[in-house]
C-alpha cells in the first residue's frame, strides 16, 4: 500500500503561480509511475501530468504544456507540479496518484492522494 498527500493549494490570481508537492509514504521503495489529475467545479476528473518511476519520461495534458512542469525526488518520495501562468479555469481539486503497473494519461493508477484545492481568480 502507499499513501499519498497533497499540498501547496490556495488561491491565486491569473498570472500567478503554485507549486503542489505529492508525498508518498508506505511502499515506496517499489518503482511506481506518478501523475497529476484535476477535477473543476461541475467537471469530470482530468488527466493533467505523469512522470515515470525515473524521472526521465513526462507526458502533458495539452492545456498545460508550457505552463506547467512535473517533477520528482524519489529521495524524499515526493512528487511536485509546478504550476505557472495559471488560468481562472485551472480552478480545480488536483489529486496526485502512483502505480506500479501503469504510466500514461489515464485513471488506471492504483492509489489517490485526498486533494488540495486550487483557485484561480481573474
Known amino acids: 500500500q502507499v499513501q499519498l498527500v497533497e499540498s501547496g493549494g490556495g488561491k491565486v490570481q491569473a498570472g500567478g503561480s503554485l507549486r503542489l508537492s505529492c508525498a508518498a509514504s508506505?511502499?515506496?521503495?517499489?518503482?511506481?509511475?506518478m501523475g497529476w489529475f484535476r477535477q473543476g467545479p461541475g467537471k469530470e476528473r482530468e488527466f493533467v501530468a505523469a512522470?515515470?518511476?525515473?524521472?526521465?519520461?513526462?507526458y502533458y495534458a495539452d492545456f498545460v504544456k508550457g505552463r506547467f512542469i512535473i517533477s520528482r525526488d524519489n529521495a524524499k518520495n515526493t512528487m511536485f507540479l509546478q504550476m505557472n501562468s495559471l488560468k481562472p479555469e485551472d480552478t480545480a481539486v488536483y489529486y496526485c496518484?502512483?502505480?506500479?503497473?501503469?504510466?500514461?494519461?489515464?485513471?488506471?493508477?492504483?492509489?489517490w492522494g485526498q486533494g488540495t484545492q486550487v483557485t484561480v481568480s481573474s
Open positions: 496518484a502512483a502505480s506500479l503497473k501503469y504510466y500514461g494519461p489515464l485513471d488506471r493508477y492504483d492509489y
Open positions: 508506505g511502499r515506496t521503495g517499489s518503482s511506481y509511475a
Open positions: 512522470i515515470s518511476w525515473s524521472g526521465g519520461s513526462t
